[in-house]
């Protein structure tokens, strides 16, 4: 080495600059959201009487923004920095570097029109539409090619394991991103899911608790095992560690996603396989933290007086908090108390606003300065950052923490007699609202936080100026290299070798996908048929789809679990064979409102009409939105016959006549609906779409009740 | 209890016995080579985003 030629070269600070920007205007944008939708669950007058700002449509948005736009931009802005030094060469294309950085944007000003217009898949983190779904991938790719022309083109031949974590984030991303985006579409802003039911769920999931470890965890590692160097002016603690956790964690991860189906339908195999892993997670995420914080030891001092540190520990810190809850919420007996419960918002958060909101803030204090070569404007600007920010992470998490509690509780408290103690869901839910107000408070304070340090770093910016190219120099890479002695071991080639070790992390990852999701598509045993289920009808279709476009799965669950309190509550519980056509399934992961998957039947249609046109007639004190547009606008049916020989084609048994005869159908049972609206003293047209809502509603659950009944009715 | 769901599935004891043993194989493996690795060679690696320190004094003269 100490022979080759020096060479002169540039990094593109630009690029870094932009998506440091772009994370900085997102994050907030994301954030108020958040804290708009928080209030919304206390105080209904926030959703602002229109059908763009209600919860269900702008919830999604939320996340999109937070997760995506956020975390996303962020992830981009500390990869770009250090792969480039880590490699010391200057990313492969600038062009490349352009069209991600655009790419990205325009796509999360896509997701931000599409989602408040009710164009959405419903898969949770992942709603936006096959076209959408298409410029991801497209993106994605451009920023892999982007990652490896770079590494490829490096000067340093060994490639930091910060790198392998980047590495291991592209390829899970692309995989869980390409096997949950496979639809049929119908037109340019609808399709259906190809899986249905339980499919669905496990894939969703899969996909769902693994954006949580590839893009939320992941690359952050990596950015951890970067930036915490250099923060701290001092190696990682243990290289050795960092190796054997990298292997354990992408290993492990990729199973543990049925720990969110725990109870449902999914076969009991796979939640067991689900809650084993989570468990064994413990390990290689600890040991990712304990690396993380032991990197500090000798050096705590620096940790008083500087605050980007302080950020690094609290973040740290709040991985290996939110890493041990996981493991905890994946055994039965907790997650029969937790799941569908604020408890788990308050778990997500402490991660996301722990974890990715810290380093993301630290990464931005020590970045923004270096890149225009000037100090930060304000350092008392950055520790009030960082006090709110603690003090809102605090009064988030523990009011949602004890409101989990007390709703799950609730829900299973029986009395004396043996009958549900709070048999009205909505006494769970009044119950919670002063928690739910101390929340958004918290959420308040943390963006407040977050606007404090966007001041205060674009003023760091205009007092600098941006250094664009900077200018560097290192060794000529040796093209001819022979390895002796050590560096002939295997995995010191492999850690050479960028593509065989994207081959070797995909493998890793493949296996658990593959054990859980083959034997769920390919075992019929697995999902049992029931024979009185039977396809929806062509006005149910449209009202389901109508459920989809307003986000009802954001609050309500379909999916009744075998416990007494819930067959008490709801009726019997949910069995697999009961959602083999529901492209997609909608069983939701949180109860605002209570399950809905035996509603069919309980109400008469007018009590619908009434709660949907105002919530607290039917209900009062509810927190659900009013949805009066339903009662206005006409129901679309231009696409009824292409939806359901969209549905035909993913294997639901419609037959050709029923297609043919969709419109006939669809009107006729809607006149049939409006009918009886009229008899219980509601006139509307049959052509509105509360009444398509009203024959998906009704319809929910009901087949399988239909079974029970009839035997006692022949009795009779 | 596991076996129970396991019996239900053909080649499903496959699957997981495999899967488990390429796992363990790996992580065996990588345990091995991290035993023995060359300390100086490990600190060299962990001291990598240490080095552009050097990189940045020397030769920050660009300017956009």
Same mark, same amino acid.
């Given at each position: 080495?100490?022979?080759?030629?020096?060479?002169?070269?540039?990094?593109?600070?630009?690029?870094?600059?932009?998506?440091?920007?772009?994370?900085?205007?997102?994050?907030?944008?994301?954030?108020?959201?958040?804290?708009?939708?928080?209030?919304?669950?206390?105080?209904?007058?926030?959703?602002?009487?229109?059908?763009?700002?209600?919860?269900?449509?702008?919830?999604?948005?939320?996340?999109?923004?937070?997760?995506?736009?956020?975390?996303?931009?962020?992830?981009?802005?500390?990869? =770009? #920095?250090? %792969?480039?030094?880590?490699?010391?060469?200057?990313?492969? @294309?600038?062009? &490349? !570097?352009?069209? /991600? *950085? +655009?790419?990205?944007?325009?796509?999360?000003?896509?997701?931000?029109?599409?989602?408040?217009?009710?164009?959405?898949?419903?898969?949770?983190?992942?709603?936006?539409?096959?076209?959408?779904?298409?410029?991801?991938?497209?993106?994605?790719?451009?920023?892999?090619?982007?990652?490896?022309?770079?590494?490829?083109?490096?000067?340093?031949?060994?490639?930091?394991?910060?790198?392998?974590?980047?590495?291991?984030?592209?390829?899970?991303?692309?995989?869980?991103?390409?096997?949950?985006?496979?639809?049929?579409?119908?037109?340019?802003?609808?399709?259906?899911?190809?899986?249905?039911?339980?499919?669905?769920?496990?894939?969703?999931?899969?996909?769902?608790?693994?954006?949580?470890?590839?893009?939320?965890?992941?690359?952050?590692?990596?950015?951890? =095992? #970067?930036? %915490?160097?250099?923060?701290?002016?001092?190696?990682?603690? @243990?290289?050795? &560690? !960092?190796?054997? /956790? *990298? +292997?354990?964690?992408?290993?492990?991860?990729?199973?543990?996603?049925?720990?969110?189906?725990?109870?449902?339908?999914?076969?009991?195999?796979?939640?067991?396989?689900?809650?084993?892993?989570?468990?064994?997670?413990?390990?290689?995420?600890?040991?990712?933290?304990?690396?993380?914080?032991?990197?500090?030891?000798?050096?705590?001092?620096?940790?008083?007086?500087?605050?980007?540190?302080?950020?690094?520990?609290?973040?740290?810190?709040?991985?290996?908090?939110?890493?041990?809850?996981?493991?905890?919420?994946?055994?039965?007996?907790?997650?029969?108390?937790?799941?569908?419960?604020?408890?788990?918002?308050?778990?997500?958060?402490?991660?996301?606003?722990?974890?990715?909101?810290?380093?993301?803030?630290?990464?931005?204090?020590?970045?923004?300065?270096?890149?225009?070569?000037?100090?930060?404007?304000?350092?008392?600007?950055? @520790?009030?950052?960082?006090?709110?920010?603690?003090?809102?992470?605090?009064?988030?998490?523990?009011?949602?923490?004890?409101?989990?509690?007390?709703?799950?509780?609730?829900?299973?408290?029986?009395?004396?007699?043996?009958?549900?103690?709070?048999?009205?869901?909505?006494?769970?839910?009044?119950?919670?609202?002063?928690?739910?107000?101390?929340?958004?408070?918290?959420?308040?304070?943390?963006?407040?936080?977050?606007?404090?340090?966007?001041?205060?770093?674009?003023?760091?910016?205009?007092?600098?100026?941006?250094?664009?190219?900077?200018?560097?120099?290192?060794?000529?890479?040796?093209?001819?290299?022979?390895?002796?002695?050590?560096?002939?071991?295997?995995?010191?080639?492999?850690?050479?070798?960028?593509?065989?070790?994207?081959?070797?992390?995909?493998?890793?990852?493949?296996?658990?996908?593959?054990?859980?999701?083959?034997?769920?598509?390919?075992?019929?045993?697995?999902?049992?048929?029931?024979?009185?289920?039977?396809?929806?009808?062509?006005?149910?279709?449209?009202?389901?789809?109508?459920?989809?476009?307003?986000?009802?799965?954001?609050?309500?669950?379909?999916?009744?679990?075998?416990?007494?309190?819930?067959?008490?509550?709801?009726?019997?519980?949910?069995?697999?064979?009961?959602?083999?056509?529901?492209?997609?399934?909608?069983?939701?992961?949180?109860?605002?409102?209570?399950?809905?998957?035996?509603?069919?039947?309980?109400?008469?249609?007018?009590?619908?009409?009434?709660?949907?046109?105002?919530?607290?007639?039917?209900?009062?004190?509810?927190?659900?939105?009013?949805?009066?547009?339903?009662?206005?606008?006409?129901?679309?049916?231009?696409?009824?016959?292409?939806?359901?020989?969209?549905?035909?084609?993913?294997?639901?048994?419609?037959?050709?006549?029923?297609?043919?005869?969709?419109?006939?159908?669809?009107?006729?049972?809607?006149?049939?609906?409006?009918?009886?609206?009229?008899?219980?003293?509601?006139?509307?047209?049959?052509?509105?779409?509360?009444?398509?809502?009203?024959?998906?509603?009704?319809?929910?659950?009901?087949?399988?009740?239909?079974?029970?009944?009839?035997?006692?009715?022949?009795?009779? | 209890?596991?076996?129970?769901?396991?019996?239900?599935?053909?080649?499903?004891?496959?699957?997981?016995?495999?899967?488990?043993?390429?796992?363990?194989?790996?992580?065996?493996?990588?345990?091995?080579?991290?035993?023995?690795?060359?300390?100086?060679?490990?600190?060299?690696?962990?001291?990598?985003?240490?080095?552009?320190?050097?990189?940045?004094?020397?030769?920050?003269?660009?300017?956009?």
């Amino acid at each position: 080495m100490e022979n080759s030629q020096i060479e002169h070269f540039e990094y593109d600070n630009r690029i870094v600059r932009n998506f440091g920007v772009a994370t900085i205007i997102w994050g907030i944008v994301g954030m108020l959201v958040g804290v708009i939708i928080a209030s919304q669950l206390f105080a209904p007058i926030m959703n602002l009487g229109n059908q763009y700002t209600t919860y269900g449509r702008i919830r999604p948005l939320h996340t999109n923004a937070v997760i995506f736009a956020f975390v996303g931009n962020a992830i981009f802005m500390g990869v =770009y #920095y250090s %792969l480039q030094r880590l490699c010391k060469a200057r990313m492969f @294309s600038d062009a &490349l !570097s352009k069209f /991600h *950085f +655009w790419g990205w944007q325009l796509i999360i000003v896509a997701a931000a029109v599409t989602l408040p217009l009710g164009i959405t898949t419903s898969h949770e983190y992942a709603e936006l539409e096959w076209p959408i779904d298409i410029a991801i991938a497209l993106v994605w790719v451009a920023f892999g090619v982007n990652m490896f022309g770079t590494i490829i083109k490096r000067r340093e031949r060994h490639i930091y394991v910060a790198i392998w974590f980047y590495i291991a984030t592209f390829v899970t991303v692309a995989l869980l991103h390409i096997v949950n985006s496979v639809q049929l579409p119908i037109s340019f802003f609808k399709s259906y899911y190809l899986y249905a039911g339980v499919q669905d769920a496990l894939v969703q999931w899969w996909y769902g608790h693994n954006a949580v470890a590839f893009f939320l965890t992941t690359p952050y590692l990596g950015l951890m =095992y #970067y930036f %915490l160097p250099k923060m701290a002016n001092r190696p990682i603690y @243990s290289y050795k &560690l !960092s190796i054997l /956790h *990298f +292997w354990a964690l992408i290993f492990i991860y990729i199973w543990a996603g049925p720990h969110h189906l725990l109870y449902t339908s999914l076969p009991d195999w796979a939640q067991s396989l689900g809650t084993v892993f989570s468990i064994m997670l413990i390990a290689p995420s600890w040991g990712g933290m304990v690396n993380g914080l032991l990197t500090l030891r000798g050096a705590w001092d620096k940790v008083r007086d500087d605050t980007i540190l302080k950020f690094m520990v609290v973040g740290i810190s709040a991985y290996g908090m939110a890493t041990f809850e996981g493991p905890l919420l994946s055994l039965k007996n907790i997650n029969a108390i937790t799941h569908f419960t604020d408890w788990i918002v308050a778990h997500v958060h402490t991660g996301a606003l722990g974890w990715n909101g810290f380093l993301t803030f630290a990464i931005l204090y020590y970045l923004i300065p270096k890149l225009f070569r000037t100090e930060l404007f304000s350092k008392k600007m950055m @520790s009030f950052h960082f006090w709110i920010a603690t003090l809102g992470i605090i009064f988030y998490a523990v009011p949602m923490y004890v409101s989990g509690w007390i709703q799950g509780m609730m829900w299973k408290e029986f009395n004396e007699a043996g009958m549900l103690q709070y048999p009205n869901f909505l006494e769970t839910t009044i119950q919670l609202l002063p928690l739910h107000m101390i929340r958004a408070f918290g959420g308040l304070l943390y963006l407040v936080g977050a606007i404090v340090m966007a001041f205060n770093l674009f003023k760091t910016m205009a007092q600098g100026n941006l250094m664009a190219n900077e200018a560097a120099s290192a060794p000529a890479f040796e093209k001819d290299f022979v390895p002796t002695g050590e560096d002939t071991y295997w995995h010191r080639w492999l850690e050479r070798k960028p593509l065989p070790f994207l081959f070797w992390s995909l493998v890793v990852v493949l296996i658990g996908s593959l054990v859980e999701l083959v034997p769920t598509f390919l075992v019929k045993s697995n999902v049992p048929t029931i024979e009185a289920v039977k396809p929806y009808t062509a006005l149910e279709l449209e009202g389901r789809d109508l459920y989809i476009r307003e986000g009802c799965n954001n609050c309500h669950s379909q999916m009744v679990r075998p416990f007494r309190s819930e067959t008490e509550r709801y009726g019997e519980y949910s069995k697999a064979g009961e959602f083999v056509y529901d492209h997609p399934f909608l069983w939701g992961s949180k109860r605002t409102g209570p399950d809905l998957h035996r509603i069919g039947g309980k109400y008469p249609d007018s009590w619908h009409y009434h709660h949907m046109n105002e919530p607290t007639s039917m209900s009062p004190g509810s927190v659900m939105p009013a949805y009066p547009w339903l009662i206005e606008q006409d129901l679309n049916t231009t696409q009824t016959t292409e939806k359901l020989n969209a549905m035909k084609i993913l294997g639901v048994p419609y037959q050709d006549l029923e297609i043919a005869e969709a419109q006939t159908d669809l009107d006729m049972q809607a006149k049939t609906i409006a009918a009886n609206l009229a008899k219980e003293g509601v006139q509307v047209s049959h052509t509105k779409e509360i009444v398509a809502m009203i024959a998906y509603i009704q319809r929910l659950g009901v087949d399988i009740k239909a079974v029970q009944t009839q035997p006692s009715t022949a009795t009779r | 209890m596991f076996k129970q769901f396991i019996d239900k599935i053909p080649g499903a004891d496959f699957f997981l016995v495999t899967s488990f043993l390429m796992f363990f194989l790996f992580f065996l493996l990588v345990g091995l080579y991290l035993i023995f690795a060359n300390k100086d060679s490990l600190r060299y690696m962990a001291n990598l985003p240490l080095q552009d320190v050097v990189e940045e004094q020397t030769s920050n003269k660009e300017v956009k």
